[in-house]
């Protein structure tokens, strides 16, 4: 559990970080070791705050906190072009939108993300149709992290994996004092909760620190307040995602306004026709 202090709000569904109004300064990272609190490997020439704008683009990014903070806050985060942003566990990140694209990568480990916006951006539609055979997929790794925000939307070229370490949903829960805590990590699988979720691409399950889950567990991975409109590819309702070595299969169901994960002793026959439930090593 990471006790952090952010900005007062009333209730975390609707926390909107206090962004300046006027031309917000755009970090570029152009260094080649990784760090985010490396000020040398941005373009600005200093680690972004919460007044900035950052655009990763191509390159591979780790916010780890004991190179800096864990509680890092920017404005609008942009990952694009096979790039990656990865949190280490404990971290908080705080933005007021996220956006992906073009093979970009969002990996949470342990970790938690506060804000406005998360939206997975795709020039793959109908009637541009070509762009689907040729766009990278993007993806967003949850591995068991907790996302907190207005508006979720994933396109069809996005792959969401969320990771299952135990059977208490990872949460962000704000004090009367105005700090968050996480809960996250062992124990814990990976939620996203937001006013509303727009939901396409596909979903991939993962197990972390040695949980194994058994027939009857049930795990409420997506909550959406006011809407949430349609499904993940190839996962319609009751649609079987994935099965693990012991041959327990999580299948999906959407459930109003929330998406389920249930847990269901599963033919071995059946199980091989499916993916497997990916096993990641304790410490990620």
């Known amino acids: 559990m990471k006790a952090l202090k952010l900005l007062p709000a009333a209730a975390l569904l609707f926390v909107v970080p206090a962004f300046a109004q006027t031309a917000s300064p755009v970090a570029h990272f152009t260094g080649t070791d990784g760090d985010w609190f490396n000020a040398s490997n941005w373009s600005t020439g200093s680690v972004p705050d919460a007044s900035t704008d950052v655009?990763?683009?191509?390159?591979?990014?780790?916010?780890?906190?004991?190179?800096?903070?864990?509680?890092?806050?920017?404005?609008?985060?942009?990952?694009?072009?096979?790039?990656?942003?990865?949190?280490?566990?404990?971290?908080?990140?705080?933005?007021?939108?996220?956006?992906?694209?073009?093979?970009?990568e969002l990996f949470f480990r342990s970790s938690g993300s506060l804000g406005a916006d998360l939206v997975f951006e795709s020039s793959c539609t109908v009637t541009n149709p070509a762009a689907c055979a040729t766009e990278r997929l993007s993806h967003i790794l949850l591995n068991p992290t907790s996302q907190t925000k207005r508006t979720i939307v994933l396109k069809s070229s996005v792959v969401a994996q969320f990771g299952l370490g135990g059977l208490t949903p990872a949460s962000l829960k704000q004090s009367s004092d105005g700090s968050v805590e996480l809960h996250a990590g062992a124990g814990h699988y990976a939620t996203v909760n937001a006013e509303t979720v727009a939901l396409d691409g596909y979903l991939t399950l993962s197990l972390h620190y040695g949980f194994e889950p058994v027939d009857g567990d049930a795990f409420e991975i997506i909550t959406a307040k006011r809407s949430l409109t349609g499904e993940f590819t190839d996962l319609p309702e009751g649609e079987l995602v994935g099965c693990t070595d012991s041959d327990v299969g999580l299948y999906i169901s959407y459930e109003g306004n929330t998406v389920v994960l249930s847990a269901e002793d599963t033919d071995h026959d059946v199980c091989m026709s499916v993916p497997a439930v990916q096993t990641v090593g304790g410490r990620r």
Not at 74 to 91: A, C, E, I
Request: zero cysteines; aromatic letters at 2%.
């Open 55 to 104: 655009v990763i683009d191509g390159t591979d990014v780790v916010i780890d906190p004991a190179q800096g903070s864990a509680d890092v806050a920017v404005r609008d985060l942009t990952v694009t072009g096979g790039g990656s942003l990865t949190t280490l566990p404990g971290t908080l990140l705080e933005t007021r939108a996220e956006y992906v694209s073009d093979g970009g």
